[in-house]
């Protein structure tokens, strides 16, 4: 058996580790002189204005924070909100999921918040990203229907697809009807964390500022995919580039996140992996991930890293009133 700093290393080499080969294999689909013509001929006011597209959903997602805490007591500052966030994902970077501890420990020293508090507020929120990031999955497959069914028909055996889904669907249904019967302490952890994740759904709707939260979660969204799509133009050989191929591209390249640090390699292989359906070529593909990913990860390393050495400055008269 490992042990738990074995386990607790583990997490953060392996998906370094699996970003820089990922990395490597991006690079050695396309050749670095080629990468490089495509990343001088590119169109920077463009991605500039993807980069600035990304920047307000991040200002959202700070400012939105604060309608989940206000029930709760805490009117914390929008500038502590805005640092942590940012924080939280240059952290992201080095050790995963780690910037979400980060985030709640940052209010609890410089707004009091009670951590387990502030980390609750953020377990909700990510439970409203991952609706709305479904209902984009869904939209994607209403206006793509006719295209994912053809290429599934040319590409995979249809049959095997529907009947692994339909037994998934009832092996899943078996388990969670015994997990709920269960009295097994593991039994009752999942039924506490699911019942957990219920109520962090509904609450959003119990909140005083609801209209206000609902509207900031579905801002940072379409801001997301605004800037994938805008940011699409910088290239000449992705100009009249398919609405279905901007969203099953961000679609991949947000999954591709949770792979590895902060997308670190995954993210342009993703994209060149959802492009090759419709047809886009291999180069612009890769070059396309590269600029996406390494303008939006430039903002997050300078604000995020002024953040970090602001936050205790913003905040020194409060930490002078602690001594």
Known sequence: MLSQNTKKSLKIILPLLLGVFLVWYALSKVSLDELLVYLKKA??????????????????????????????????????????????????????????????????????????????????????????MMGIILLTLFLQFDFIYNFLITNFNLTKIILGAIIFLVFAGIILKLIKQSKFKVAIKIKTFIKGLLEGVFSIFKMKKKWPFIFHTLFIWAMYVLMFYVTSFSLNELQGISIGAILIGFISASFSIAATNGGIGSYPIAIYAAFSIFGIAKEPSLAFGWIIWSSQTLLIIIIGGISLVYLPLFNKKKNLSRT
Not at 46 to 60: R, T
């Open 43 to 132: 169109d920077y006011k463009w991605i500039v204005l993807g980069v600035f597209l990304g920047l307000l959903s991040h200002l959202s997602r700070a400012y939105r924070w604060r309608f989940m805490l206000e029930p709760l007591g805490y009117n914390i500052k929008f500038c502590n909100s805005f640092m942590a966030v940012f924080s939280a994902y240059l952290i992201n970077f080095t050790i995963p999921r780690a910037g979400e501890v980060v985030r709640a420990s940052i209010l609890t020293n410089y707004e009091d918040v009670p951590f387990e508090k502030g980390f609750g507020t953020i377990v909700s929120e990510r439970i409203a990203d991952v609706i709305v």
